[in-house]
């Protein structure tokens, strides 16, 4: 009888170690396949989000860096065109000045374009290329179209020219 249970025991033994192989291979051996698999996807995940983390920040950078290059150009575009304050503005360098509104039209979608006819009286050419300096440091956006016609009437010369103000749509 002993050796009947020792050969039953045996006989278990295996079955045990068979049952024990056989989940591990079927149940264990794939899941450690597929967490291999998911740690290579989860790492190339981390790198990408790594990356494209990096270049936000360098962007997020690049654009605060131009904001506070361009502050003074976003905000010319933010105000509104006053043409009595730039008739005051252009009273500085010529002794007549007039606008005279000719158009407004939707510039590239978020800004308004207004384009004036400008009639002046200025006594010395070289105080309209001063103007023309100044005018960079004007509180708006404004274009001077060209061509410039300068006319001599005694002793002042007749300036007429276009100016072209963008603004942001609305405003």
Known sequence: MKDINILKLLTFLFIFIFVVFFIIFVFIVPDIK?????????????NVYKYTNNTLKAKQKELKELKHDNLKIIRAFDNSFDENS???FSKKYFTYAKLVKQKKKIYKKNFTQYSFNTISKITDPTVFYK?????????????????????????DINTTFDLKVYTIKGR
């Open 34 to 46: 597929r967490l291999k698999t998911a740690k290579f996807k989860s790492r190339q995940t981390y």
């Open 131 to 155: 103007f023309l300096t100044a005018i960079n440091s004007y509180d708006n956006i404004i274009q001077v179209d060209f061509p410039i016609r300068m006319r001599a009437v005694g002793d």
């Open 86 to 88: 730039f008739i005051k």
